[in-house]
Structure formats: structure tokens, C-alpha cells
């Protein structure tokens, strides 16, 4: 993951009871969305990011970036 997710710590909140987060990297949420959303959860960050995101559980991976990206 490279980048920053301005919502994480409302990400973060929503996700408090279900999810124990180990750091403090804003891009430590994506985890407990794919686990709650799978796939469509990435039009639920807000932010500057690219990541690549592997399913050990079903041996899959997907990549997804924000729609606009840095100017």
C-alpha cells in the first residue's frame, strides 16, 4: 500500500469492536473492509492511495488506486 486514506480513523471507529488493529498506519484499514465488504469497499476510502490487497484464504489478490490520484 503506498499513499494516505484521510478516513481511517472513522474507518477505524466503525471497525473498533470487530477488528483489533496493530498499528497505527492509516492503510491498516483495508483489511476489515475487504474482511466485511470484499471487494466493493474501495469507493469507501477517501484519499490519495494504490494498494495490492492478497486473499491467502482463497489465494487472490486485487489492486486498486484512487479514482483521481496526485496532480
Known amino acids: 500500500a503506498n ?16 477488528h483489533t488493529f496493530t498499528t ?3 492503510c491498516e484499514v483495508i483489511i476489515p473492509l475487504y ?3 470484499g471487494e466493493n469497499f ?4 477517501d484519499g490519495v492511495f ?10 487472490t489478490y486485487m489492486a486498486a488506486r ?3 490520484g496526485v496532480n
Request: positive net charge.
Open 42 to 45: 474501495v469507493n469507501m476510502l
Open 3 to 18: 499513499g494516505e486514506i484521510y478516513n481511517h480513523k472513522k474507518i477505524r471507529k466503525q471497525f473498533a469492536a470487530k
Open 24 to 26: 497505527g498506519s492509516d
Open 35 to 37: 474482511e466485511e465488504y
Open 50 to 59: 494504490s494498494f495490492v490487497l492478497y486473499d491467502t484464504r482463497n489465494k
Open 66 to 68: 484512487d479514482a483521481v
